[in-house]
């Protein structure tokens, strides 16, 4: 947290989704880029998942449908409990889902040598 608004995590970056739309903060003095928040970002363009880089504050994120870390080590993690309440209904939400597969497949295709 920053002046209220949710930047990231110890070494995470975080993303919600708010209205069906994937949102996380943009990069700048209060956000280091991440090596995988940007293939979410490149990934979901390319497969019209709709996203906004734009600041968001904590009350959004303990109202969102979803909440996500990103890292290289830990790849897309979704939050299903936060503060000990769980995260929409506790469970993995659709966006995830989605973009898990997404990602897993480009995984896929590039340990094959694939092209991009």
Known sequence: MSDGLVTEGAASNVFVVID???????????????????LVLELAAA??????ERNFTEAEL???SEIWLTSSTKEILPVVKLNGKPVANGQFGPIWENMIDL???????LQ????F
């Open 62 to 64: 303990l109202s969102a």
């Open 20 to 38: 069906n739309i994937l949102v996380t903060a943009p990069i700048g003095n209060r956000l280091l880029p991440g090596i995988t928040r940007d």
């Open 103 to 109: 990602y897993m497949a480009y995984k896929e295709k």
């Open 47 to 52: 497969h019209n998942v709709v996203y906004q």
């Open 112 to 115: 094959a040598g694939e092209t």
